[in-house]
């Protein structure tokens, strides 16, 4: 799991929209790659074009392989931490649909659970959501109409097996949907480290240089090599950073399991 404070990885490039982390993206890969192309330029008209190249086309290949690496791994964590966070908003949904479902066996509180339940996911849509999207959530304040609930569930008066059954699933529903919500708390903090983000924007620059070096001696071959090759990791790096972090940007994990059940 990748995990750090939203503060601390670049918030504008996190939170920012589809449009304009793509832009940025591609905006830094064609600006790396112009500054390359105009250094070789001077080289030329220098003399010294010899110094940097042509270099063997051999170089490309450990040095795609190391960014194609550095990318594989990183997108791994990514959905990895994707999947952990949309799993335990799904496993929250069944707990408090069970709960719902399971306060049919004790008329009497039955309204004021639903009530409860009611309220506690509208917080969590209104207040829990935005927090974990800005990764400031903390497990600091327990949910407080989910508790109240719990303690409703455990002072119920059992009158019959079927009650006491109905009780002892309710006392495991509540459990499972406190677990869910710490589980999903703790990936909200989860994030791509900007230390590893820079690593690989470097090695990306420095495989655009080493291919500017391959075609050093035909600078219009090179400028359209370096287009296709910054282009390719412009998409790459653009579908890494926008899937980063769990509940934040274009591709978040909404609430809308939660609303659907909902009583």
Same mark, same amino acid.
Request: with cysteine.
């Given at each position: 799991?990748?995990?750090?404070?939203?503060?601390?990885?670049?918030?504008? !490039?996190?939170?920012?929209?589809?449009? +304009? *982390?793509?832009?940025?993206?591609f905006l830094a890969l064609?600006? %790396?790659?112009?500054?390359? !192309?105009?250094?070789?330029?001077?080289?030329?008209?220098?003399?010294?074009a010899d110094a940097v190249g042509p270099l063997s086309p051999g170089l490309l290949s450990p040095l795609g392989l190391i960014f194609g690496l550095l990318v594989g791994f990183l997108v791994a964590e990514v959905w990895a931490d994707r999947d952990k966070a949309a799993a335990a908003v799904s496993q929250e949904a069944s707990a408090l649909r069970d709960i719902d479902l399971l306060t049919g066996a004790f008329p009497v509180e039955q309204p004021r659970i639903r009530q409860l339940l009611r309220d506690q996911i509208d917080g969590y849509v209104a207040v829990e959501w935005p927090e974990m999207g800005h990764g400031r959530a903390t497990l600091t304040l327990a949910p407080a109409l989910l508790v109240e609930v719990q303690g409703i569930v455990l002072g119920l008066p059992v009158q019959s097996e079927g009650q006491r059954v109905a009780q002892d699933r309710l006392e495991t529903s509540i459990d499972r949907a406190l677990e869910a919500r710490r589980t999903r708390l703790v990936l909200s903090t989860?994030?791509?480290?900007? +230390?590893? !983000?820079?690593?690989?924007? *470097?090695? %990306?620059?420095?495989?655009? %240089?080493?291919?500017?070096?391959?075609?050093?001696?035909?600078?219009?071959?090179?400028?359209?090599?370096?287009? +296709? !090759? %910054?282009?390719a990791m412009a998409i790459a790096l653009t579908l890494l950073v926008a899937q980063g972090a769990p509940f934040t940007g274009y591709f978040a994990i909404d609430p809308d399991l939660l609303v659907q059940v909902r009583p």
């Open positions: 799991m990748i995990t750090c404070e939203q503060g601390s990885v670049i918030p504008w !490039l996190v939170d920012t929209s589809i449009a +304009l *982390l793509t832009a940025t993206i064609y600006l %790396a790659s112009g500054v390359i !192309l105009l250094v070789l330029h001077l080289l030329h008209r220098a003399g010294h989860s994030s791509i480290d900007p +230390l590893r !983000l820079t690593a690989l924007y *470097l090695v %990306a620059v420095t495989t655009l %240089a080493a291919m500017a070096c391959v075609q050093a001696d035909r600078l219009r071959r090179a400028a359209t090599a370096l287009a +296709l !090759l %910054a282009t």
